[in-house]
Every structure is written in structure tokens, then in C-alpha cells.
């Protein structure tokens, strides 16, 4: 048998070889910037110090059905065990690839019914694209390639993501120029002024009609969006945003992508969050993450029936597609992954569970640290801010975030620090006590930094 070496030896080495993401690489040459995750079982994982945490960020908001789940991974090993590996290129397919689409078609809404899968939630975001762009060739409207996305959004680090992405995430890199129009933040607390929601629902709509008047709707492919923000800092669209941005959409024949990459697969007590939470029926919806809750990287493009028609309907071949496009094991897992969730009815239980960790969280608003509490079910942000009265912000270098969040770890949970902005995005699998222990975690380490 293969003898793994679990030692950390030459992992927390300065000079290590691995460039990691989204990290202050000169931060990392720090002794002790690292935590080495070595192990991990249900809602918990464990460091090379032997500390157990909650996984409070989900790993990175995927692992929804737990850690260490038998079904998963016995269904990864039967696979490989039976078909390693083979593309779904030319007129190759496999059984697992085929019978995750199948189940993807049955649980997307609508006329989502057709399925192409990629290797990331960015490249499952380039391919929508990629796909709307020749749709439109196909139908003789050449023109119509711009992309509407908005300020604050995150849909992922490829070079046409990241120019989808908000600006907070390109400092100091290029991006493609040219293609992307970047709407109003849907954040009310922090953009609304003196507007009540409804009023700064009607000021997001009208920015977006005047957008495409400008832009001609005559150039724009679509409009891509995250139901409720992720990255960008928990952002929850005010009630009925989505829905009249389908209409909007409708209305000027533009495509509704949603970006479900993070809010599917039961984080917000839905196999899908688009219509079941926020009542609007998408072209494309693009997911990942936890469609294998993260035990392999298995990213899809769900398209409707009309998109697929146009695509396939006049011959000639598909030029697009990646190696690991629906690779066996990854499939395998997503499968295994949805009926684990179906049996012990995951996004049900999410709920309950979910509005409790909601609501434990939400009474951390009452902190004098905290400026808002935000977003919902097992998706969650704090805001903190140095006036609770003005709203002002923490500067940078106050690294507010990053202090709660050693706090926490310290304590037992990890969370995610985001500037100012702490977020939580645990498994789905926790039970009451742990919820409560998260929150109390939080309470005290937010109360240390003050
Ligand atoms: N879209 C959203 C909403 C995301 O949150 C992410 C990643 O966090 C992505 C896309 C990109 O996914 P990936 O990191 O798998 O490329």
C-alpha cells in the first residue's frame, strides 16, 4: 500500500513551493501565517496542532454535506474502480456524466434541462458566456456580446470572470476591457442613503433600464448575478430584485445567468436558490461547489431547452469544452452527493437549522462593534464598523477581520475575514449546539478586538 505522508514537514516552511490564493504572499513568509488543515470529520476539521474547529467557511463554502461523508467517498472509489477516466469529448460519454445531468435537469427550474461541465465555478462562467456569444452568432445577432454584472458581485478568477468580478478583486491586475458593464450594488444598508428598501429597489431599476438604453440592448448578451452576494460581502438583493430583474431582462431579450455557484445544493434551503427564494426563472444557471459538496471540483452550466436548441439544431461542432469536463469521479460523487442530500433531506433541514444560525447571528447586531448582520440561512456576514451611528467604516490597516477571525479560530471556529466584513458559510450539518457554540465563539471574539 502507498505509504501517504501526513507530516507537515516543509509545509509551513517560508519558502515553501506552493503559491497559495487570494493570500498576502509576503504575509505567508511570516512564521506561524499558515494553518495546516490535516484532517476533517462532519461539521469540524483539525489542525497540525491538533486543535478541532468548526469549519465555519464550509471549506470554502462547499462542503455542505459534511466532512468525511462514507457514501462519497465509497462512490468516488467504485468509480475509479470501474472507469478511471474518459472524456465527454467527440461521441464519448460515460454513465456517471449522463445520469448527473439527468438529475441536474430534474432539479433546475423551468426548461434548465441541458448540462455542460467544467472544472471550476469561473470557467463554468466563462463556458455561460462563451456559449451565449455563439448562440447569438448562430442567430445572426453578432452584436450582442456585452455583459451586464454589478458592482460588488464575484464570479471567479479567469480573466472573464474576474472582469465580471468586482473591482475590489482586480487591484493592480488587468482586466479585459471593454465587454463588462458593472450595474448598482443591490446593498441597501450601505448604498441605499436615505432611501427605504422599496424606493432603493426602484433606484437599482431604474440604473439598470438606463444602462441598457445606453449600452443598446441590441449589444447586450446578458446580465449575470449571484442571488444573494457572496465574495463580494454578503449582499442580499432587496425583496423582489431578482424577480423584476427577469422582467427587465425579458423585456430587452436579454439572458438571465444566475451565478448559483455558492447558493445551491441546500445553503439556502433549496436544491436551487433562483426561483424557490428569489421567484425568478433563469436562462442559465451556473453552479459548482456543493454540487459534490467539494470532495471533487465538478462545476456545471445548466442551459435551457431554447439555448441548447439553437446550439445544436444546424449542425456543426461544439468548439468548446475542458479535458475534465464531467470527469467520472467527479460525477460519481455529485451523484452520490445529491442522494445523501435527498435521504437525510439536507436542504429541508437547512430550514430550521439555517434560520437558527441566522438568527443567532443576526442578535450579534446588537454589539456596538457591529454594524450589520447580513444575508441568510447558512450564508452569513458581519460588518463590522468603527461607528455603529455614521456607519463608518475600519480602515484597512486596522485589519478588523482578520483580528475577530484569529479571535475565533483561537476559540475554535474558523471564519473567513473580508476587510471589514467577517463571513460564515459552515456545512449543513450542524446541529443546535454546535449553531449556538458559533455564535457564542463569535460574541466573545468580537468582544476581545473591541
Ligand atoms: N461564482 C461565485 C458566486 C463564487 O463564489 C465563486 C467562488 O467562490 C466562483 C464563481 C468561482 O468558482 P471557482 O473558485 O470554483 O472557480
Given at each position: 500500500s502507498l505509504d501517504l505522508d501526513t507530516s507537515t514537514d516543509g509545509v509551513l516552511t517560508a519558502d515553501t513551493h506552493l503559491v497559495q490564493s487570494f493570500a498576502d504572499l509576503d504575509l505567508l513568509k511570516q512564521d506561524g501565517a499558515r494553518t495546516v488543515i490535516v484532517g476533517a470529520e462532519g461539521a469540524y476539521v483539525t489542525d497540525s496542532e491538533g486543535n478541532k474547529l468548526i469549519d465555519g467557511i464550509g471549506g470554502l463554502w462547499c462542503v455542505n454535506a459534511g466532512h468525511r461523508r462514507r457514501e462519497i467517498i465509497d462512490a468516488i472509489t467504485e468509480?475509479?474502480?470501474?472507469?478511471?477516466?474518459?472524456?465527454?469529448f467527440y461521441n464519448f460519454t460515460h454513465p456517471a456524466a449522463a445520469a448527473l445531468a439527468t438529475k441536474l435537469a430534474e432539479l433546475a427550474p423551468g426548461p434548465l434541462n441541458k448540462v455542460h461541465f467544467a472544472n471550476s465555478g469561473s470557467v463554468a462562467n466563462d463556458s455561460a458566456i462563451r456559449i451565449?456569444?455563439?448562440?447569438?452568432?448562430?442567430?445572426?445577432q453578432p452584436k450582442k456580446k456585452q455583459i451586464l454584472s454589478r458592482h460588488g458581485a464575484y464570479h471567479g478568477s479567469t480573466h472573464l470572470a474576474i472582469a465580471m468580478t468586482t473591482s475590489a478583486y482586480s487591484e493592480g491586475w488587468d482586466k479585459v476591457q471593454g465587454l463588462v458593464h458593472h450595474l448598482r450594488c443591490p446593498h441597501h444598508w450601505r448604498e441605499g442613503g436615505e432611501m427605504t428598501e422599496a424606493e432603493f429597489l426602484v433606484a437599482l431599476l431604474e440604473d439598470a433600464r438606463a444602462r441598457i438604453e445606453e449600452v443598446g440592448a441590441e449589444n447586450i448578451a446578458c446580465f449575470i448575478a449571484e442571488p444573494i452576494m457572496g465574495a463580494g460581502g454578503i449582499v442580499m438583493p432587496p425583496a423582489g430584485y431578482h424577480a423584476a430583474m427577469g422582467a427587465i431582462c425579458g423585456d430587452y431579450e436579454i439572458k438571465y445567468i444566475s451565478d448559483e455557484v455558492v447558493t445551491a445544493f441546500g445553503r439556502l434551503g433549496h436544491f436551487f436558490a433562483s426561483k424557490d427564494v428569489f421567484d425568478v426563472q433563469p436562462d442559465i444557471i451556473t453552479?459548482?461547489?456543493?454540487?459534490?459538496?467539494?470532495?471533487?471540483?465538478?462545476?456545471?452550466t445548466i442551459l435551457s431547452d431554447e439555448i441548447h436548441e439553437v446550439i445544436s439544431d444546424r449542425g456543426g461542432v461544439f468548439l468548446h469544452g475542458m479535458t475534465y469536463s464531467g470527469h467520472p469521479a467527479a460525477a460519481a460523487a455529485g451523484l452520490a452527493n445529491i442522494a445523501l442530500m435527498e435521504r437525510d433531506r439536507i436542504p429541508q433541514n437547512v430550514r430550521t437549522t439555517g434560520k437558527r444560525f441566522e438568527g443567532n447571528l443576526r442578535a450579534l447586531a446588537d454589539m456596538e462593534m457591529v454594524g450589520e448582520v447580513r444575508g441568510s440561512h447558512f450564508m452569513m456576514g458581519i460588518e463590522f464598523v468603527r461607528d455603529k451611528a455614521d456607519k463608518t467604516?475600519?480602515?484597512?490597516?486596522?485589519?478588523?477581520?482578520?483580528?475577530?477571525?484569529?479571535?475565533?479560530q483561537k476559540r475554535g471556529l474558523i471564519a473567513r475575514?473580508?476587510?471589514?466584513?467577517?463571513?460564515l458559510s459552515p456545512t449543513l450539518v450542524m446541529d443546535g449546539a454546535m449553531i449556538d457554540r458559533t455564535a457564542a465563539i463569535l460574541r466573545e471574539s468580537i468582544a476581545e478586538v473591541h
Amino acid at each position: 500500500s502507498l505509504d501517504l505522508d501526513t507530516s507537515t514537514d516543509g509545509v509551513l516552511t517560508a519558502d515553501t513551493h506552493l503559491v497559495q490564493s487570494f493570500a498576502d504572499l509576503d504575509l505567508l513568509k511570516q512564521d506561524g501565517a499558515r494553518t495546516v488543515i490535516v484532517g476533517a470529520e462532519g461539521a469540524y476539521v483539525t489542525d497540525s496542532e491538533g486543535n478541532k474547529l468548526i469549519d465555519g467557511i464550509g471549506g470554502l463554502w462547499c462542503v455542505n454535506a459534511g466532512h468525511r461523508r462514507r457514501e462519497i467517498i465509497d462512490a468516488i472509489t467504485e468509480q475509479l474502480e470501474t472507469l478511471d477516466f474518459y472524456s465527454t469529448f467527440y461521441n464519448f460519454t460515460h454513465p456517471a456524466a449522463a445520469a448527473l445531468a439527468t438529475k441536474l435537469a430534474e432539479l433546475a427550474p423551468g426548461p434548465l434541462n441541458k448540462v455542460h461541465f467544467a472544472n471550476s465555478g469561473s470557467v463554468a462562467n466563462d463556458s455561460a458566456i462563451r456559449i451565449l456569444h455563439h448562440y447569438y452568432n448562430r442567430l445572426g445577432q453578432p452584436k450582442k456580446k456585452q455583459i451586464l454584472s454589478r458592482h460588488g458581485a464575484y464570479h471567479g478568477s479567469t480573466h472573464l470572470a474576474i472582469a465580471m468580478t468586482t473591482s475590489a478583486y482586480s487591484e493592480g491586475w488587468d482586466k479585459v476591457q471593454g465587454l463588462v458593464h458593472h450595474l448598482r450594488c443591490p446593498h441597501h444598508w450601505r448604498e441605499g442613503g436615505e432611501m427605504t428598501e422599496a424606493e432603493f429597489l426602484v433606484a437599482l431599476l431604474e440604473d439598470a433600464r438606463a444602462r441598457i438604453e445606453e449600452v443598446g440592448a441590441e449589444n447586450i448578451a446578458c446580465f449575470i448575478a449571484e442571488p444573494i452576494m457572496g465574495a463580494g460581502g454578503i449582499v442580499m438583493p432587496p425583496a423582489g430584485y431578482h424577480a423584476a430583474m427577469g422582467a427587465i431582462c425579458g423585456d430587452y431579450e436579454i439572458k438571465y445567468i444566475s451565478d448559483e455557484v455558492v447558493t445551491a445544493f441546500g445553503r439556502l434551503g433549496h436544491f436551487f436558490a433562483s426561483k424557490d427564494v428569489f421567484d425568478v426563472q433563469p436562462d442559465i444557471i451556473t453552479t459548482a461547489k456543493g454540487l459534490t459538496s467539494g470532495y471533487q471540483p465538478l462545476p456545471a452550466t445548466i442551459l435551457s431547452d431554447e439555448i441548447h436548441e439553437v446550439i445544436s439544431d444546424r449542425g456543426g461542432v461544439f468548439l468548446h469544452g475542458m479535458t475534465y469536463s464531467g470527469h467520472p469521479a467527479a460525477a460519481a460523487a455529485g451523484l452520490a452527493n445529491i442522494a445523501l442530500m435527498e435521504r437525510d433531506r439536507i436542504p429541508q433541514n437547512v430550514r430550521t437549522t439555517g434560520k437558527r444560525f441566522e438568527g443567532n447571528l443576526r442578535a450579534l447586531a446588537d454589539m456596538e462593534m457591529v454594524g450589520e448582520v447580513r444575508g441568510s440561512h447558512f450564508m452569513m456576514g458581519i460588518e463590522f464598523v468603527r461607528d455603529k451611528a455614521d456607519k463608518t467604516p475600519f480602515a484597512p490597516e486596522d485589519m478588523i477581520g482578520l483580528k475577530v477571525a484569529r479571535a475565533a479560530q483561537k476559540r475554535g471556529l474558523i471564519a473567513r475575514p473580508l476587510g471589514n466584513i467577517l463571513i460564515l458559510s459552515p456545512t449543513l450539518v450542524m446541529d443546535g449546539a454546535m449553531i449556538d457554540r458559533t455564535a457564542a465563539i463569535l460574541r466573545e471574539s468580537i468582544a476581545e478586538v473591541h
